[in-house]
């Protein structure tokens, strides 16, 4: 069974830090990219970041470039998303998802080409 468990959520003050995690199992996780994306309150699905476990390329949404890292843990399965100087605009249900992708990532691949997702963890940012 696939399963892609994500953690790490929470409250936290404007400019403060989370690190998310995202458990992967079920799948052979060295074949797939594992993106992170958010959806905040009336707001539609944003590609975060995305990181390929055959070559460790990474994306990254503009708006997260140079606060948000993205990272890989192979002997774990998990991929974490550190979150530093983090905006009230952050404040998202933050999804891992898992995408099959056997090339260099060159941008981050559409929703769509995520076979899994995970369930989702709230991320609120006060100012």
């Known amino acids: 069974e696939v399963q892609l468990v994500e953690s790490g959520g929470g409250l936290v003050q404007a400019g403060g830090s989370l690190r998310l995690s995202c458990a992967a199992s079920g799948f052979t996780f060295d074949d797939y990219a594992i993106g992170w994306f958010r959806q905040g309150p009336g707001k539609e699905r944003e590609g975060v970041s995305c990181?390929?476990?055959?070559?460790?390329?990474?994306t990254y949404a503009d708006s997260v470039k140079g606060r948000f890292t993205i990272s890989s843990d192979h002997a774990k399965n998990t991929v974490y998303l550190q979150m530093n100087s983090l905006k009230p605009e952050d404040t998202a249900v933050y999804y891992c998802a898992a995408a099959w992708v056997p090339t260099t990532l060159a941008t981050m691949p559409p929703p769509s080409e995520f076979d899994y997702w995970g369930q989702g963890t709230q991320v609120t940012v006060s100012s």
């Open positions: 990181i390929s476990n055959s070559d460790g390329s990474t």
